[in-house]
């Protein structure tokens, strides 16, 4: 089946510490995104990418960081620079150039801080 | 200024129901599409329904209609027949301009509904 894989779903980081989301797709989307959400919130966008080797910072990119050396994959990094990193993380991807096409969001990656 | 605002945190509706859910948006660009994405408590994002600015006719997808007055900039969701799956949380987004890869969404702060039985 195809669709877009989050890993791990339970994240814990120490203080100091940089820590990474996977993401993977197999639906062929040419574009992904990470968002983020505090409890109670709707999503605010961290990076985007809408091409292999290429990506752009989004609302909130301060403390975060991204690569997008292959299609299928957008792993986020969350750096130590991050200071209040807890919450629910969630990466979609889209068909490019068709409007009326939906992201697809994977299950997300709770991260806490211990 | 806020993009997309919903007004109604919590919703809640007699099982069986109908339900609307608010939601009004703001923006210049004259091509631009409306999602609405249900929440459960798992966390994962489903989508509902899609109405794009030049559409001439309120979309609709089963139980799930919406409600778009382009004049008012109001696209609110209307759930039919409510159901106990339905308790969720609820959003509101936009993507402004015509090309899907150089526009991310643009959520609103949700709506939490609850179906009582």
């Known amino acids: 089946d195809g669709g877009i894989t989050q890993s791990p779903k339970y994240l814990f980081r120490k203080e100091g510490q940089n820590v990474t989301l996977s993401c993977e797709q197999n639906l062929n989307h040419d574009a992904m995104y990470w968002y983020r959400q505090d409890p109670g919130q709707g999503l605010r966008l961290i990076y985007y990418s809408q091409i292999v080797n290429d990506f752009q910072k989004g609302d909130i990119a301060e403390g975060y960081s991204v690569s997008r050396e292959k299609k299928e994959s957008f792993p986020l990094t969350v750096t130590s620079a991050q200071k209040n990193p807890t919450a629910f993380y969630l990466c979609?991807?889209?068909?490019?150039?068709?409007?009326?096409?939906?992201?697809?969001f994977g299950d997300g990656t709770r991260l806490s801080i211990l | 200024a806020q993009k997309i605002t919903q007004t109604q945190p919590g919703m809640f509706v007699q099982e069986k129901e109908a339900v609307t859910l608010d939601c009004t948006y703001d923006?210049?660009?004259?091509?631009?599409?409306l999602f609405w994405y249900k929440q459960p408590s798992s966390g994962e994002m489903i989508f509902l329904i899609y109405q794009g600015s030049y559409d001439q006719q309120n979309a609709t997808e089963g139980r799930y209609s919406l409600n778009f007055q382009k004049a008012r900039k109001s696209a609110n969701l209307v759930i039919s027949a409510s159901q106990l799956g339905d308790s969720a949380m609820y959003f509101c987004a936009m993507r402004e301009g015509r090309d899907t890869g150089r526009r991310a969404l643009t959520f609103g702060s949700g709506t939490r509904l609850q179906v009582q039985p």
């Open positions: 923006t210049s660009d004259p091509s631009y599409g």
């Open positions: 979609a991807s889209s068909i490019r150039g068709i409007s009326n096409q939906p992201q697809h």
